[in-house]
């Protein structure tokens, strides 16, 4: 569980199945090995929890405890980041500079997203653009969001427009719910791995704890995959909760998933949604990936596909151009909620996370235009991220590393578990440095709270000519 605790958090540690995996030769696993032996007598940074004073320094006289706490989540979890930052590749002006495979962005559609921002019809300015609007959003762009999510969640009814809120990303969406909806030291469950960053998400202003519903890449059967999530390790996983004298409120499900672009099916989700409304538990989906399924034998469904919500009053849908639209930057996302009282409230927050007026009209217009969207953008997006897909898919099977991958998304689940001899966090966070030394970004499996060491996260949406020149130096030819 993430905690806020008073004592050393200590890492949790992830896995695999048969069709989706290649045996990963071990000739640098004696490189790892050695190197290993002459590094881990040195202190190296332990990943714990939030709030421990050991990490926290005490000698910032200028910040309060949380900014202490907020400081330290930037200190301790961005170093990749700001390296990377201090020596982005640029093939003109940094050749030599550090190839990003860790951040999953979508760099493949540049070309059809600023000649489609850059027409006509996005460029408007009338007064209401540029005065205060309802906190929700303004009405013309919660009518299209409705529009949009109805068509491509595939509702069975149309999806209202005094159900939408419209955030700054969705960041700002996993703050503001859990900042609603718990009291300060109450807990999310959330299946491992996921993405890491929802942690600070739900902390740093809600000071709200996430308990860990921990997977693994055993497969028992014909009927079960890898990091498989069911209701029996849900109703594990709270009563452990329980245990420990935590309150759980909610249920946090990404859908497809970040790392493991896992789609849960129809009745997968129905599932879920049953636990919760027995336990009275607030579900959180966040289906930042729908549009981005790339395989069509792939068969995504969104929650609000479904005929009957078994609890709508707590049940809670994200969504965001970030992904879908390769738009990161711009900062938009949107809640969905059948919940007034949850809207409201959540709306309240948008004076601190609403958008422009005129970033508002540019999505309004960008989501009604349904043409562009399904005859360009769509079709040439998802033939970009299969043909990425397989290109890097390929190169790691010709190498003989294993990966899981479902065709959604933009990433691939990497096991380089053989590359660890004693099968530790240490030695996948010397790994994770061997890779930035060799000017690649990756992110490594405890980032996303996996519960074995050894698996990275690789993303595969960018250029093939990045792909290759990050792929040289962190997946040398074996012998």
Known sequence: MFTLPQKDFRAPTTCLGPTCMQDLGSSHGEDLEGECSRKLDQKLPELRGVGDPAMISSDTSYLSSRGRMIKWFWDSAEEGYRTYHMDEYDEDKNPSGIINLGTSENKLCFDLLSWRLSQRDMQRVEPSLLQYADWRGHLFLREEVAKFLSFYCKSPVPLRPENVVVLNGGASLFSALATVLCEAGEAFLIPTPY?????????????????????????????????????????????????????????????PQNPLGDVYSPEELQEYLVFAKRHRLHVIVDEVYMLSVFEKSVGYRSVLSLERLPDPQRTHVMWATSKDFGMSGLRFGTLYTENQDVATAVASLCRYHGLSGLVQYQMAQLLRDRDWINQVYLPENHARLKAAHTYVSEELRALGIPFLSRGAGFFIWVDLRKYLPKGTFE???LLWRRFLDNKVLLSFGKAFECKEPGWFRFVFSDQVHRLCLGEQPAFPAQS
């Open 427 to 429: 030695e996948e966070m």
């Open 195 to 255: 993405y890491g960053a929802i942690t600070q998400h739900v902390c740093l202003y809600g000071n709200i704890r996430l308990a860990y519903v921990y997977l693994d890449s055993e497969v028992t059967g014909l009927d079960t995959r890898p990091f498989q999530l069911t209701v029996e390790k849900l109703e594990m996983a709270l009563r452990e909760a329980h245990s420990e004298g935590v309150k759980v409120k909610g249920l946090i499900l990404i859908s």
